[in-house]
């Protein structure tokens, strides 16, 4: 089945450790997101791949950031974790335009907790 | 400022019934709408969308029902199972690129009881 993975499904880092956490996808989509939920609030958009084009939210920290080596891989960088940072952090993917483009495909999560 | 509210973070219900979950949003500007559906341990997974275009879309046993004079929209299950059980997110979308960002509520808890 074509589908989003997300990998690893947890992940402990050390407060300032860099962490990376990884999505891949098999569906062909151009488009890829990543998103930061924390308990009990909406799932938080931080940025998102068009193709190779990088589009960053205005309020994601600098903290964050991702790489997208091609199609189906996409990674989220964070490069000194705060306590602040634990999260469930989700990747998705779309096609692109038409209704398409609003349909957007997720994995099952990363939870990022920080020591 | 949340621009997508739900304001129950949780429903019962009994199996059989009918579940009605409420979303309202403020900016006027969104044109597509969503609902999703995640269980534990599992990402949110898509369940029904409705365009600004029309007020009602039906698929099964789900209806999703648009109000824009109100900024409301609700999503209502019919009967209700209990492998319905999950947190349902409504999400919002503006248009006029290739991508689209969604602008999720907070979720609400809906059990429905055997």
């Known amino acids: 089945d074509a589908m989003v993975i997300q990998n690893p499904r947890y992940q402990v880092t050390q407060f300032g450790k860099p962490v990376t956490l990884s999505c891949s996808q098999t569906?062909?989509?151009?488009?890829m997101y990543w998103y930061q939920q924390k308990s009990s609030q909406a799932p938080k958009l931080l940025f998102h791949?068009?193709?190779?084009?990088?589009?960053n939210e205005a309020d994601t920290p600098d903290n964050f950031q991702s790489r997208r080596p091609n199609t189906s891989f996409c990674f989220l960088d964070i490069r000194s974790p705060g306590l602040g940072d634990a999260a469930m952090y989700l990747c998705?993917?779309?096609?692109?335009?038409?209704?398409?483009?609003?349909?957007?495909?997720f994995g099952a999560g990363t939870r990022l907790s920080v020591l | 400022d949340q621009q997508v509210k739900q304001n129950s973070p949780s429903l019962s219900v009994q199996e059989g019934r009918i579940s009605i979950l409420n979303c309202d949003y403020t900016?006027?500007?969104?044109?597509?709408f969503l609902w999703y559906k995640k269980y534990p341990a599992e990402g949110p997974t898509f369940l029904i969308s409705?365009?600004?275009?029309?007020d009602k879309n039906e698929d099964g046993r789900f209806t999703v029902f648009l109000n824009k004079s109100a900024k409301h929209l609700s999503l209502h299950i019919v009967p209700s199972q209990p492998g319905d059980s999950a947190v349902y997110f409504c999400?919002?979308?503006?248009?006029?690129?290739?991508?689209?960002?969604?602008?999720f509520g907070t979720g609400t808890l809906l059990a429905v009881q055997p």
């Open positions: 998705a993917t779309s096609r692109e335009g038409g209704a398409a483009k609003n349909i957007q495909y």
């Open positions: 569906l062909n989509h151009n488009v």
């Open positions: 791949y068009y193709d190779k084009d990088f589009n």
């Open positions: 900016n006027s500007m969104f044109d597509y």
């Open positions: 409705i365009s600004s275009i029309k």
């Open positions: 999400a919002a979308s503006q248009g006029g690129g290739a991508t689209n960002k969604l602008i």
